[in-house]
């Protein structure tokens, strides 16, 4: 079965670093998002990504976070500066084409995971 | 935003029948209920979705009312792990950003 793949699965940093997340999606997918979980919380809407662009933010997303698709196959978060409260694990997702053309098909793939910790 | 509400938590024992309900009482024509699965520092997995009536797969059965009101995840025969939280979702098409909400936690117990 196809997966999403996310590297690192666990990354430790001081606060005010920059921090960068891995995702590969799975390889026919167009759409691609962020999500984060703090721990106890619920699961958060950060981005959605499609055709080399974001289509949807949330209120997270800030200045200090960006995401790009620099070669076609991985899809990469970037924190600039992190806080303490960005503490999280972040989830990677990605979306079939078919799943905006036929909304029952509209099923998201997520990866494991990355847990970030700042310290 | 359709709102979907669920239990926050339930318990049950190994071997038993786990029926989940969700409320979706403004669910719109073109959504789709959509259920996922987290286990602890794991993401959401898919589990089931369906549009009316019954929909039933290896892993569960959704059951949807006519007025589509509600829905129930049944999870037949639970083992321990089967432990997670479980989400229910609308899903449509167009822009779809799957919001998920605090889930409800099963307990398997031995």
């Known amino acids: 079965e196809p997966e999403v793949t996310q590297t690192p699965s666990h990354q430790v940093t001081q606060m005010g670093q920059e921090v960068i997340l891995r995702c590969v999606p799975i390889s026919n997918h167009l759409y691609f998002y962020w999500y984060r979980q703090i721990l106890g919380q619920k699961v958060e809407f950060l981005v959605s990504f499609y055709n080399n662009e974001i289509s949807e933010k949330s209120e997270i997303f800030d200045d200090q976070f960006s995401v790009e698709r620099p070669d076609g196959s991985n899809f990469t978060l970037k924190i600039r500066s992190t806080k303490l409260e960005d503490s999280a694990m972040y989830f990677c997702a990605s979306l079939s084409p078919t799943g905006i053309l036929y909304s029952g098909a509209n099923v998201l793939t997520f990866g494991a995971g990355s847990r970030l910790t700042v310290l | 935003l359709a709102k979907t509400t669920q239990p926050i938590s339930m318990d049950s024992y190994e071997g038993q029948e786990v029926n989940i309900t969700c409320s979706h009482n403004n669910i719109a024509t073109n959504d789709y209920i959509t259920w996922y699965q987290q286990f602890p520092s794991q993401g959401p997995r898919f589990i089931i979705q369906?549009?009316?009536t019954k929909v039933t797969n290896e892993v569960a059965s959704l059951f949807i009312p006519a007025d589509r009101k509600s829905s129930t995840l049944s999870l037949p025969r639970v083992s321990l792990s089967d432990t997670a939280v479980y989400y229910c979702?609308?899903?449509?098409?167009?822009?779809?950003?799957?919001?998920f909400g605090r889930g409800t936690s099963l307990i398997v117990h031995p």
């Open positions: 369906g549009y009316k």
């Open positions: 979702l609308l899903a449509s098409g167009g822009s779809y950003i799957p919001t």
